[in-house]
Each structure stands twice: as structure tokens, then as C-alpha cells.
């Protein structure tokens, strides 16, 4: 069996269903309680559903259509053609499983020096994917309320919120001005609906103009722990989408410096330059891998190799 074939037969429906399922283990008919959706998102929880499936061997198995991190063509490695048609009813889950896979299944099954393999190989076939499918005409993007309402049986608004911010993930993840552009078209138009939907209004759009100049918003957000909860604890839809697209728009600024995130530098092998230190010095090098694991990625470049994917053990 060719290593082609062995993808195909390991990347299933079954499996891209289940990812989904895994994801976004939530009712589709209800409103969510976000204060669990967010205890969800930061628990193991996603990892321990993949952990009995095929979605490892998946990853492998696409890992040897990268021979030392070399990506795959597009006639080499053709996604859509690993999903239904777009017109179909089954496309909008099935791609976004397929997108789950490569942009957040590879973060939480592989560890150590393999995460090299998620920041160079299955982050940019995620964002390969992501720009098929924004190509298509606006009635069959997998990525819009309409879909997943009429094909998909989600009566569940805040479900499709939830989704909506993976789709957008690898997007923003990508180290260029364009991905970043898209993305924030992407959270404004999100940040627009749920303003018109609910009649509130994201008080973040006071300080916007700010935030897309300071680029050490999006470490220093991140580490207030998460979007901010009432007396209660509870985290209502409105506080959580906003603070999520604040979040996507803090990456502008630093692709708009560097032209890359520097705390990606140590996990792809990458020399630091002194403006880039600096930044990791003053974010206290949040996001990067362990000096351990930097070692043996700076020696793998050095040598001019890649350690096959699955040698870096479990996070």
C-alpha cells in the first residue's frame, strides 16, 4: 500500500466525525454554558477522546508524505479530495474535522521534538485547506451559520460560535500579513453578527486601534487566564466571542513586526534576531519549547534533518 493510499484509508468520515464530536463535545439544540466550554477547552479532554482512534496514525501516515519536513504538493497531497464534494451536506463537518486534525489534533497527540512537526508541516496544510475552502463561492463555505444550520442540524447558535473560532485558528496561526488580514476580516464579521444577534455591543472595539499597534497584547492577554467571569463564575456568549476576537486581532501586530512570531523561532530551529530577543525576554519567553527540546531541534537543523514524527513522546 502506497503511503497516499494509507492516508486515505486512515482519514476517514468515522474519524472526522469523531474529531468533531471530540472538539466540540457540546448539544447542537442549545444554548452552552461557556464558563464549561472554556474549562473544557483548557482540559485534556480533547486529547483523551483522539487517544483510542486512528487520528495519530493519520497524522503519521501524512508525516511520510513530508519527508524531513518537506510539504507535500498539492497533486501530492490533495485535502479536498480527502472530503465530500463542497455542495454536499456532509462537507461543512467533514472539513472541519479534517482542519481539527491537522491544526489541533497534531498539538495535543505529539509532544517534545515533534512539535517541530506541527508548526512546520500540519499548521501550514491546515492553512493550505483553509484557503481551498474560503475559495469557494459563499454558499458552500463550511464555515457559515447557514451551513451548519441547514446541513448540518445545528440549532445551537453558540455551538456554531465555537466552531467558528477553530476555523479561523489557522489562519491567524500563519506567519503572514495576508493570513492576518483575513483573519481579522473574519473575527470582525463574527464580531459584527453577534453585536446585530444579540444587541450588545464588544467593548473592546474602544481600545481596537491600540491593540493593533501593541505587540505584546496577545502574551500578555493571554496570560490574564481566559475570558473574564462574573461573581458567579459564569462567562455569558457576548464576553467570551469578544474576548476570543480580541485575542485573533492581538496577532496583527506582531506578524506586522517580525513578520513571524518569535516564540516559534526555538521550535522550527530558527535564529533569534536581537529585536526578536529582546520581545522573548520581555514576554518572559511564553509559547516556547523547552530549552531541551530546542537543543535537540537546533541539532536536527545543524544535521540538516528531521526526527521522524513520533520519536518526541506526550506532552
Known amino acids: 500500500m502506497t503511503t497516499e493510499s494509507r492516508v486515505r484509508t486512515l482519514i476517514t468520515p468515522e474519524l472526522l466525525t469523531l474529531v468533531v464530536d471530540a472538539q466540540l463535545p457540546y448539544g447542537t439544540s442549545e444554548p452552552l454554558n461557556f464558563a464549561e466550554v472554556v474549562n473544557y477547552m483548557s482540559s485534556s479532554g480533547f486529547r483523551d477522546k483522539l487517544e483510542p482512534t486512528s487520528a495519530r496514525d493519520a497524522l503519521l501516515a501524512i508525516s511520510h508524505l513530508a519527508p524531513n519536513g518537506q510539504l507535500p504538493s498539492s497533486s501530492e497531497l490533495d485535502l479536498m479530495s480527502l472530503l465530500p464534494p463542497p455542495e454536499s451536506p456532509?462537507?461543512?463537518?467533514?472539513?472541519?474535522?479534517?482542519?481539527?486534525?491537522?491544526?489541533?489534533?497534531s498539538c495535543v497527540l505529539f509532544g517534545g521534538i515533534d512539535k517541530r512537526w506541527q508548526s512546520g508541516v500540519f499548521g501550514p496544510l491546515a492553512r493550505r485547506l483553509t484557503a481551498q475552502w474560503l475559495a469557494l463561492p459563499a454558499e458552500q463555505r463550511p464555515d457559515t451559520w447557514a451551513r451548519w444550520h441547514d446541513d448540518v442540524g445545528v440549532q445551537s447558535y453558540d455551538y456554531?460560535?465555537?466552531?467558528?473560532?477553530?476555523?479561523i485558528a489557522?489562519?491567524?496561526?500563519?506567519?503572514?500579513?495576508?493570513?492576518?488580514?483575513?483573519?481579522?476580516?473574519?473575527?470582525?464579521?463574527?464580531?459584527?453578527?453577534?453585536?446585530?444577534?444579540?444587541?450588545?455591543?464588544?467593548?473592546?472595539?474602544a481600545t481596537r486601534d491600540a491593540l493593533?499597534?501593541?505587540?505584546?497584547?496577545?502574551?500578555?492577554?493571554m496570560c490574564k487566564g481566559g475570558a473574564p467571569r462574573d461573581a458567579e463564575g459564569g462567562i455569558d456568549r457576548a464576553t467570551w466571542i469578544f474576548w476570543w476576537c480580541m485575542i485573533i486581532d492581538a496577532h496583527w501586530?506582531?506578524?506586522?513586526?517580525?513578520?513571524?512570531?518569535?516564540?516559534r523561532n526555538a521550535v522550527l530551529g530558527r535564529e533569534s534576531t536581537e529585536g526578536e530577543k529582546k520581545w522573548l525576554d520581555d514576554t518572559s519567553h511564553v509559547g516556547e519549547v523547552p530549552p531541551d527540546v530546542a537543543k535537540a531541534i537546533a541539532g536536527d537543523v545543524a544535521k540538516g534533518v528531521w526526527t521522524p514524527l513520533g520519536h518526541g513522546g506526550r506532552d
Request: a negative charge; one cysteine or more; aromatic letters at 14%.
Open 90 to 105: 456532509e462537507f461543512p463537518k467533514q472539513c472541519f474535522g479534517l482542519q481539527l486534525l491537522l491544526d489541533q489534533a
Open 170 to 205: 489557522p489562519i491567524s496561526h500563519y506567519e503572514d500579513l495576508e493570513s492576518q488580514r483575513i483573519a481579522l476580516a473574519l473575527m470582525e464579521d463574527t464580531r459584527s453578527m453577534v453585536e446585530e444577534r444579540f444587541g450588545v455591543k464588544d467593548p473592546y472595539r
Open 253 to 263: 501586530p506582531i506578524i506586522e513586526r517580525f513578520g513571524r512570531y518569535p516564540y
Open 160 to 167: 456554531w460560535l465555537v466552531s467558528r473560532l477553530t476555523w
Open 212 to 221: 493593533l499597534k501593541d505587540d505584546q497584547a496577545f502574551v500578555r492577554e
